[in-house]
Every structure is written in C-alpha cells, then in structure tokens.
C-alpha cells in the first residue's frame, strides 16, 4: 500500500542518543550520531527509490572520505589537540604510514564511488 512505501523502516533512535542544552553538549557524540544518521538516510533513500522502480537504476552510496584534520572539523578541541593532529599525526601521511588524508585523497574517494561499477 500507499502508506507502507513511505513508512519509516529504520530502526527508532536509541534512548539518549540525541542531546539536549540541559545535558551539555558533547562534540564527538554529536558526530558519531551525525554519521549514523547519514547511513540510516542511506538506507531509507535507496528503498524508497526501489519502491518507486523496480529498474534499480538508481544506486544510494554512503562514503567517508576519511579522518582529514584541516578541514576545520577539530577547530574545537584545543590547542593540545589541534598541535598534535596537525603536526604529530597528520605528516605521517606523507610517509605513506599515517591514518589521515588530504582533503584531494578525501575527494578522491568520492568521485571514485561515484564512478565504480563496484559500488553501483
């Protein structure tokens, strides 16, 4: 029926996943949720989508560029912290031995799911 392809499917939010002003505001909690909901929105886009086609010509990825320091995503974490993954952790990735990437190879990642017959 009608009302079945636009029910929500998902699984409902956990208790005390979302985070209120009384409760304080926790920086890192709020992006994990962010990138839960960006794969749940995954899901529920790409079955609406087959519930409207049964060609399947469109596909719905999730992709993470990676961990990119400068991108401004750790502007708040303190001076300790922001030393520490700038010029401790993120030169590695010039040796070919750290975990973190420049936003070109984060952009890379996404034109090549975009273009991979792989993630299609």
């Known amino acids: 029926s009608k009302s079945d ?5 998902l699984p ?3 208790q005390g996943i979302l985070q ?3 409760e304080g505001y ?5 992006y994990r949720v962010s990138k839960l909901c960006n794969i749940w929105f995954t899901y529920e886009l790409q079955r609406r989508l087959n ?11 999730a992709v993470s560029p990676g961990f990119i320091p400068v991108t401004g995503l750790t502007r708040r974490s303190g001076w300790m912290a922001s030393f520490f993954l700038h010029y401790v952790l993120d030169p590695w990735r010039y040796v070919g031995m750290g975990i973190t990437r420049s936003p070109e190879e984060g952009a890379e990642v996404i034109v090549q799911t975009s ?3 792989v993630a299609a």
């Open 51 to 61: 519930a409207e086609s049964s060609s399947g010509a469109v596909k719905v990825n």
């Open 5 to 9: 392809e636009t029910k929500l499917l």
């Open 26 to 30: 926790d920086g890192a909690q709020a």
């Open 115 to 117: 273009f991979s017959a």
């Open 12 to 14: 409902e939010f956990p």
């Open 20 to 22: 209120s002003k009384e």
